[in-house]
């Protein structure tokens, strides 16, 4: 058991251990800060140690999504494909937890279950499962935007008599699907990415999808040493590139407008960013999530080269999504996964047409049929970037819960820190452009601010930083206008938490860009912290 008496105020308590939680540790750490992180899992990784599901991998190319603050690091780590699978990924993150000796301050298996302010102190006190009592002086939630694995509550389902998974918590010991009727349900970017994983080895696999969506060849490869090496000499600039970036990836789209350039350009566009693979499809041309004209050409490019690859017309139809524009929800990355329907032991079954009824001890019945099943697989998706917050009681000024607080949906100013949660700031969560960049990097940028706040305090005698309701309001307010310019709100995304049953429909994300939202941070840092109170020690 870990005595943690004399460690047991702090400066700063971290909650999770994935990628924005190792670096938080790492950086404060470095800082002269007293630190230590909680993590509810066994072991560092986050969503690479829980999303073991076959078939894993980045969907942002691995020499981007992987820590850019120690050059060292990126030097001497070498990816070996263009999307590194899950096992690579997490041998990453565990090789980086060992080279900074950061296991030392991370408590493992253990789940914080709440939070709780003291304001005369202006001190937090943490609790966890084990009833234990940490008191810190900042807290920093790295609980991860994807990180709350859903199963929708269909009737019957513990009457299931066969095996169920859900991807985001995927058996370590692996799972042979040999010779087994399996069922997958959800077609997002796990599904997606593991459907034609599953379909060579079942006996037969029954595809239940409800919204068809966007998927993109992933295109990858086994990076050569030249790649490598030719990454490795101009690392500097392509973070540089990243950090300025819309997206967080070293890519520059095309600056004209859609319509401006010839069919012919736009065919070579689009073929270019096809060819590239994967997300960075949907900003190919600059008003593609803008304009419903600029759309709709990019959904036609990708909608031939799809029909092209699936044989049965009939089951195309039912493949090519026609509610949401394409790229406002997250486009998918996937291999083979249109192919993987010309498969003799593959059906689709559309549960728009015919809705799953009910689970029973041999399987699924819809409004059609009853499909008898050995295995069930859930790919649907997480209570996104309020889920694992919300599993934590926060309590802040007057006793005001952060659940309340957000009962309308998530509050904040900069996606850092909300009024009434003085020194509590989130990582990559809701309000900051969060999945909508590359969140390694992502998590880098928001640490080294909160970090810079945490020096500037100490430097200057404040006890404390607090976002001011105004400067919420507003951000609140920027969020919406940005969005509403956008295509985006025409999706039923988990972006908009349509995907909750009964969370507040509001687009949650900062759209106008990762470098924009960047220079917005760093702005208001240089401003005094600008819209943050700061809180002089009593
Ligand atoms: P996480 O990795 O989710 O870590 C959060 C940690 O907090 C978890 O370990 C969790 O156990 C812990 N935790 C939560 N609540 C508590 C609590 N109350 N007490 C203690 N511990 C707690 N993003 C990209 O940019 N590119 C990609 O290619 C990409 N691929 C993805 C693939 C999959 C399958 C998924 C699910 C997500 C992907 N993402 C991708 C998003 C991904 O979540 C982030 O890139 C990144 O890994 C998040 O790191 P994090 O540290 O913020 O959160
Ligand atoms: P998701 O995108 O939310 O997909 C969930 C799927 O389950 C959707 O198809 C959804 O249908 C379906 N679903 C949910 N509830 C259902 C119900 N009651 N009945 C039938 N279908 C239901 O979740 P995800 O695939 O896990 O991906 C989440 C995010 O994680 C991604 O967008 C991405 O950011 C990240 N991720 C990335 C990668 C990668 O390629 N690197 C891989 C996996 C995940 P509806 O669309 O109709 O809701």
Known sequence: MLDMTAADELDVVVVGAGFAGLYALHKFRDQGLSVRVFEAAPEVGGTWYFNRYPGARCDVESVDYSYSFSDELQQEWTWTEKYATQPEILAYLNWVADTLDLRRDITFDTRVTSAVLDENTLRWSVTTEDARVTTARFVVMATGALSAAITPAFDGLDSFGGEIYHTAHWPHEGVDFTGKRVAVIGTGSSGIQSIPVFAEQANHLYVFQRTPNYSIPAGNSVLTAEQVAEVKANYAERRRLSMRSGGGSPYVGTTTPTMEVSAQERQEAFEKRWRLGGVLFSKTFPDQLTDQTANDEARKFWEEKVRAVIDDAGVAELLIPDDHPIGTKRICTDSNYFQTFNRPNVTLISVRRTPIVSL??????????????????????????????????????????????????????????????????????????????????????????????????????????????????????????????????????????????????????????????NDICAEVAADGYRGFDLIRKS
Request: hydrophobic share 45%; proline share 5%; charged share 20%.
């Open 360 to 517: 029973d001890r041999t399987g699924i019945t819809t409004s059609a049929e009853h499909v008898d099943l050995d295995a069930i697989v859930f790919a649907t998706g997480f209570d996104a970037l309020t889920g694992a917050l919300g599993k934590i009681d926060i309590v802040g000024r007057g006793g005001e819960r952060l659940a309340e607080d957000w009962a309308d949906g998530p509050r904040s100013y900069l996606g850092l820190g909300d009024d009434g949660f003085p020194n509590l700031f989130v990582v990559t969560g809701p309000g900051a452009p969060a999945v909508l960049a590359n969140m390694v990097l992502h998590a880098e940028a928001h640490v080294d601010w909160i970090a810079a706040a945490i020096g500037y305090l100490n430097a200057n005698g404040y006890a404390g930083i607090e976002a001011r309701p105004d400067a919420v309001e507003n951000w609140l307010a920027e969020l919406d206008q940005r969005a509403a310019t956008t295509l985006f709100p025409k999706a039923n995304s988990w972006y908009l938490g349509a995907n909750v049953p009964g969370k507040p429909r509001v687009f949650m994300l900062f759209i106008g860009g990762f470098g924009v939202y």
